[in-house]
């Protein structure tokens, strides 16, 4: 995309009269350009699970100058940080990630997610600021959300015990709330640990733990027919580095267990375990089982799903210039991307009841602690997935500035009517203590 496109943003992002401004789109508009040029930052030097020195000090600096009190260090995780501005109730926590992708960089957009979580805070706070509305904003920048850790290690630490509202969103390839029950999952570490010797000399005397975690695999693969259909098991070799002609003594995997049930997720977890146990009985080796993280299902509330909705109703949606569509259509093209030539739509209808969705993400966790909202928003044409190439190249320009922006306003603006209707969020709190899930 051109400079001229990016200058364009405030004639194209939103197509609304002068006379339906407000102050949350007003801040959204002087400050597009540095929240741009943050995303595009966190873009251009992305950062591994745990490793996102340059991303946090970039947002938690900005939000300081911005008028917050920030904190490093949320739940002894370097990463993390804690930034307030305001005091009493209510108590509203935005959820901030940033951390990359290896291989692929910011393919699951989070730099655009951490800008626009940053700049919603800030458009709020000027908002309360302004028409002198009480209550605290609390921005935490959550780390290594790729690897389902960070905000379960905060949420676990007691980070977000005391909010009355948790509000974050995702990249997408639509508009839309996320009215979704994101899975429950289990992540696990099977080390096998064998007797090593020379592969062709004297085979007889190794134990190969590599043949154990194959055996372990093979039976994780018949188990598949004996589980829900919605349970997924994956899982990957991590290398051990040693070469086909020594019988190996090491070998590792990890795995992904997951289903819409915590209860599911458990029961197939369970029995992966016995796989790997009974592959070490097969082969004389042993086994180590590290259960590196694990979540519940979303809770999702229906009362706040609701209401940010209707906040999104009256927020035009991006519109695309002939050079962001025709990148569409290239794009389309070469990644193979299934969109019958329409790359954006407007806002999608909130559906009835929530939609199961095979994907997962550690704010789950915290949305068992405090009633949360989730905001989808196109920052990528649609049809592509995430964590595909396609996604990052959209990350990283118009496209998905325009998508960061319009989360930005909707988080603010749904936030926002939230303050102005109390009852609301004492009925999704009603709500959230009467579901099971």
């Known amino acids: 995309m051109t400079d001229s496109t990016i200058n364009h943003f405030s004639e194209e992002i939103c197509s609304e009269s002068s006379a339906s401004r407000n102050i949350v789109a007003d801040w959204l508009k002087t400050h597009q350009a540095e929240l741009i040029d943050t995303a595009n930052y966190i873009f251009d030097n992305p950062e591994l699970a745990y490793q996102e020195q340059k991303s946090s000090v970039r947002l938690s600096t900005y939000l300081q100058e911005q008028g917050f009190t920030v904190s490093s ?38 730099n655009l997610l951490g800008t626009a979580v940053i700049g919603a805070a800030c458009a709020l706070k000027n908002h309360m600021e302004t028409e002198q509305i009480p209550g605290t904003i609390c921005v935490y920048g959550c780390p290594a959300e790729e690897i389902m850790s960070g905000k379960i290690v905060m949420n676990k630490a007691g980070v977000f015990d005391g909010l009355d509202v948790a509000v974050t969103w995702h990249p997408f390839d639509r508009n839309r709330i996320s009215n979704d029950i994101w899975m429950s999952q289990d992540v696990k570490n099977y080390t096998f640990h064998g007797v090593s010797a020379h592969a062709a000399k004297s085979p007889q005397e190794g134990r190969s733990a590599l043949d154990a975690a194959e055996l372990m695999n093979i039976g994780v693969n018949y188990l598949r027919e004996h589980v829900p259909d919605e349970v997924r098991m994956h899982y990957a070799y991590v290398d051990n580095g040693i070469p086909s002609n020594v019988v190996p003594d090491l070998a590792k995997t990890n795995y992904f267990i997951r289903s819409f049930k915590r209860s599911r997720t458990e029961d197939a977890s369970a029995r992966v375990d016995k796989c790997a146990r009974g592959a070490a009985m097969m082969t004389d080796t042993t086994v180590d089982i590290e259960l590196v993280t694990s979540c519940k299902e979303m809770k999702v509330n229906r009362v706040l799903a609701e209401l940010y909705y209707e906040a999104m109703t009256h927020i035009p949606t991006p519109e695309y210039t002939e050079d962001e569509l025709t990148f569409a259509a290239e794009l389309s093209k070469e990644a193979g991307l299934e969109n019958d030539g329409i790359y954006f739509k407007g806002l999608e209808p909130l559906e009835p ?16 602690t405090v009633p949360l909202i989730t905001i989808s928003a196109a920052t990528m044409c649609r049809g592509t997935s995430l964590h595909h190439w396609a996604a990052a190249k959209q990350a990283g320009m118009s496209i998905g500035h325009k998508g960061m922006l319009y989360a930005a306003r909707c988080m603010a603006e749904g936030t926002k009517l939230l303050l102005e209707t109390p009852d609301k969020l004492t009925a999704a709190w009603e709500e959230f203590k009467n579901t099971d899930a």
């Not at 370097?78 to 959820?95: R, V």
């Not at 929530?354 to 068992?368: L, Y």
């Open 353 to 368: 009841e929530p939609v199961p969705i095979f994907i997962g993400t550690d704010a789950t966790e915290v949305s068992h």
């Open 73 to 110: 260090g949320t739940a002894n995780i370097e990463t993390a940080f804690t930034a307030t501005w305001g005091t009493g109730k209510p108590i509203l926590g935005f959820l901030a990630e940033y951390d990359a992708l290896p291989g692929v960089g910011h393919a699951c957009g989070h």
